[in-house]
């Protein structure tokens, strides 16, 4: 079983339709958590981190659930620039403890 | 403005010839690291450095080489020993080794794609 895993998807969305991801991590020892884009043949970048309280940013919203062990990503009014693989990543305590999910692709049409 | 520079972005290799790719950062971050991504997995670990003149091995080190002899640079090679070396390769660096600095939020370069003829 994979340390961190998510749906491959793709997700096919219209513009303006919410979507929500889900990841799962194993370890309960993980410290903290992040969702971060990758657009086709790019570099990943963060998009945010996930706080046991939740946490938004415009249309992004995260939220953790420690007790069960995800972490889930919201996109609102989703627009066609969010078109990219979305990945989870789980950090164990260092930047070497970093683990990373598969992604969950998603493409917004028009 | 600080970032990651990775290079060459484009790279064929011959079977049975070493090469080795470059990775730069002038974020003053201590720690850097080495991946591999693959379609359909996640990024895998295979070297790390958290301080200059160390570096340790990763999940998948078995074919490849690093150096750290400055705190800006890390390359790595990749030798012939590496079976299947045709991959997309991303340098990261994060503020402190042990620490991750920021939680253990990674910050990368544009990668390097590796293609074996």
């Known amino acids: 079983r994979k340390e961190v895993e998510q749906d491959p998807g793709p997700f096919n969305v219209p513009e303006g339709a919410t979507v929500a991801f889900n990841c799962t991590y194993s370890n309960s020892a993980s410290q903290s958590f992040f969702w971060y884009r990758q657009d086709c043949r790019k570099e990943p970048k963060l998009l945010m981190s996930?706080?046991?309280s939740g946490n938004e940013d415009g249309r992004f919203t995260a939220q953790l659930n420690r007790a069960s062990q995800y972490i889930s990503l919201l996109i609102r009014d989703s627009k066609l620039s969010d078109s990219a693989t979305y990945l989870c990543?789980?950090?164990?305590?260092?930047?070497?403890?970093?683990?990373f999910g598969a992604g969950t692709r998603l493409f917004v049409k028009a | 403005d600080g970032g990651i520079t990775q290079s060459p972005k484009y790279l064929f290799r011959k079977e049975g010839q070493n090469v080795t790719l470059s990775c730069e950062q002038n974020?003053?971050?201590?720690?850097m690291y080495w991946y591999r991504q693959d379609p359909g997995q996640g990024l895998r670990l295979i070297y790390y450095?958290?301080?200059?003149?160390?570096?340790q091995k990763g999940d998948i080190a078995e074919g490849y080489s690093v150096s750290r002899e400055k705190k800006e640079s890390f390359p790595l090679t990749v030798t012939s020993a590496q079976k299947n070396p045709t991959a997309f390769y991303l340098c990261?660096?994060?503020?402190?080794?042990?620490?991750?600095?920021?939680?253990?939020?990674?910050?990368f370069g544009e990668g390097s794609r590796l293609t074996v003829l």
């Open positions: 990261a660096s994060s503020i402190g080794g042990t620490s991750g600095g920021a939680r253990g939020e990674l910050f």
């Open positions: 990543v789980v950090n164990r305590g260092g930047g070497f403890k970093t683990i």
């Open positions: 450095s958290q301080i200059v003149n160390d570096f």
């Open positions: 996930v706080y046991s």
């Open positions: 974020l003053n971050h201590d720690a």
